[in-house]
Nanobody, 122 residues
Framework: QVQLIESGGGLVQAGGSLRLSCAAS????????MGWFRQAPGKEREFVAA????????YYADSVKGRFTISTDNAKNTVYLQMNSLKPEDTAVYYC???????????????WGQGTQVTVSS
């Protein structure tokens, strides 16, 4: 079965950096668009970043543009989210997601990971 396993979350001070990883198994990774979403306590889940199958097209929420970078390593079946200049408002559980063929910034992804907690202290 398909599994997406996130790692790399943790506690960091404002202005710091973290790199999240999401290892995928049970699917043909090169055929899937990948996305990152986050959900803060008491808030709706929101789009963070997405990358198309070719890794040529990338998309970012305005709130993270210029600070976060999404990338993939097809040899490792892994998608990354490099997060720089972190702010307390970036605190959330971060989820990766996989969608067959076509990338989207909506939450219409077929497979989801279990999430990893990111906490940014002020």
């Amino acid at each position: 079965q398909v599994q997406l396993i996130e790692s790399g979350g943790g506690l960091v001070q404002a202005g710091g950096s973290l790199r999240l990883s999401c290892a995928a198994s049970g699917l043909t990774f090169s055929s899937y668009a990948m996305g990152w979403f986050r959900q803060a306590p008491g808030k709706e889940r929101e789009f963070v970043a997405a990358i198309g199958r070719s890794a040529i097209s990338t998309y970012y929420a305005d709130s993270v543009k210029g600070r976060f970078t999404i990338s993939t390593d097809n040899a490792k079946n892994t998608v990354y989210l490099q997060m720089n200049s972190l702010k307390p408002e970036d605190t959330a559980v971060y989820y990766c997601a996989a969608r067959w063929l076509v990338v989207t910034t909506t939450s219409e992804y077929r497979y989801w990971g279990q999430g990893t907690q990111v906490t940014v202290s002020s």
